[in-house]
């Protein structure tokens, strides 16, 4: 199966992060919008420049020199400290958003992270997601993120550092000599300042040259980093999206509309796929939750939301679906256009320590048997493969496209 893999890098982290964190205080400036820099202690002649603004670097302040050749360039700069305790704060809210789309999260700094969709689409696109997740972390975190779109971890890096801020960039096979070639070679992910003077003796000036030239020289002249860096440069990588399994707090997902809908028939339908994914989620969690939330997002960008805590806590589909289907009819008004809709499960435990109700009949249990069942055939056939077919109103229906199975 092609892997689905999103870079998401946090603009200017650091200084939007203070500016945020700042705005909340009360102040009543925006640092991302003044000759603003983050910095070390300016007292010392080793404080260095860590984040600048837009108005900083139009005056040519550049990252990692002098807060004193800084103030030489702009001598109205204001410099700020940095505080990691905030940053780590905005850096697990983002974390926390991300797990909405997939649990396969590998945070490779903390201001980045590398996203395996690749089981998560749910017959929505890569690209699609990609700009879902730019636009909510704007909406949602006051920040903003470029977002690469992929096959591998290699090119969404890639991707990500084409033009910023707040873009979303695709780099697919068929893209790699329009969109990275062209590139100085100093671009090339994991290439080191050392070996930029070494490629160019050898005339090797642009990813495009290093992607052409024989790889035996590479390796004759580098050893193994030639290698990777030949296959690097001509788009091959296999490495995996390296994620730590944490225990949710709680499993959502939503979707951003390519139109805006109004018929609550096709509300219910999109809901029942966003609740298919949430419920094999959890069940893949191990964990049951007692809490079922919807929310909607209407054209004017006015959100609204309810929730239900339920009597016993589940990892039924259909029971899941119920719920948020009786709370999507209680919140929706007849006619009002809708552009995203979610839903999410909170107050998880684990199913261990839950115990069994006495009062669970058999159609619960073949209930569960079901989606056991279903969640097995999706691990081997693909996740997009099998699906329920209708709004479980009487029984469940099971679409199975054998044609697809090869």
């Not at 009360?26 to 820099?37: F, L, M």
């Not at 910095?39 to 302040?61: F, P, Q, T």
């Not at 780099?171 to 070996?195: A, C, H, Q, V």
């Not at 320590?353 to 691990?379: A, P, R, V, Y």
């Amino acid at each position: 199966m092609e892997r689905q893999i999103l870079h998401v890098d946090v603009n200017n982290a650091f200084l939007s992060w203070t500016a945020l964190d700042m705005l909340k205080q009360g102040s009543k400036i925006d640092i991302r919008e003044i000759p603003a820099v983050i910095g070390g202690d300016e007292s010392k002649r080793s404080g260095i420049v860590l984040a600048k603004s837009m108005k900083a670097k139009e005056c040519g302040v550049r990252t990692a020199e002098t807060i004193y050749q800084a103030r030489i360039k702009c001598p109205g700069l204001k410099v700020f400290p940095s505080n990691f305790k905030v940053y780590r704060q905005y850096s697990n809210q983002l974390y926390q958003l991300l797990l909405e789309y997939t649990d396969k999260i590998e945070r490779f700094s903390i201001d980045e992270c590398f996203l395996d969709m690749t089981q998560y689409l749910m017959n929505d696109t890569l690209l699609h997601k990609g700009k879902e997740i730019n636009q909510r972390v704007k909406t949602e975190l006051g920040f903003t993120v470029n977002v690469g779109v992929a096959h591998n971890k290699l090119l969404a890096k890639m991707a990500s550092d084409f033009t910023k801020p707040d873009k979303v960039h695709t780099l697919f096979e068929n893209e790699i000599s329009d969109k990275m070639w062209t590139l100085p070679i100093s671009e090339l992910f994991m290439l080191g300042k050392r070996t930029v003077p070494k490629l160019y003796n050898m005339q090797i000036r642009t990813i495009g040259d290093l992607a052409k030239t024989d790889k035996r020289i590479l390796q004759n002249k580098f050893g193994k980093h030639g290698i990777m860096m030949w296959e690097y440069a001509n788009g091959i990588d296999d490495t995996e999206v390296k994620y730590v399994k944490e225990k949710p707090k709680g499993i959502g997902n939503s979707i951003t509309l390519p139109e805006d809908i109004s018929d609550i028939k096709k509300l219910e339908e999109i809901l029942l796929a966003l609740t298919e994914q949430v419920a094999y989620r959890l069940r893949k969690e191990k964990m049951m939750a007692r809490v079922v939330n919807v929310q909607l997002r209407n054209k004017d960008f006015v959100d609204a939301s309810h929730q239900r805590k339920l009597i016993q806590a589940t990892t039924s589909t259909k029971e899941i679906y119920r719920n948020a289907k009786e709370l999507l009819e209680q919140m929706y008004r007849k006619g009002t256009p809708i552009r995203l809709i979610g839903v999410r499960v909170d107050d998880l435990t684990d199913e261990k320590e839950m115990q069994i109700s006495l009062f669970q009949d058999s159609n619960e249990e073949k209930q569960e048997k079901l989606d056991k069942t279903i969640d097995k055939l999706k691990e081997k056939y693909g996740y997009n493969l099998i699906t329920r077919a209708g709004n479980m109103e009487v029984e469940d229906l099971i679409q199975f496209r054998k044609d697809d199975v090869k």
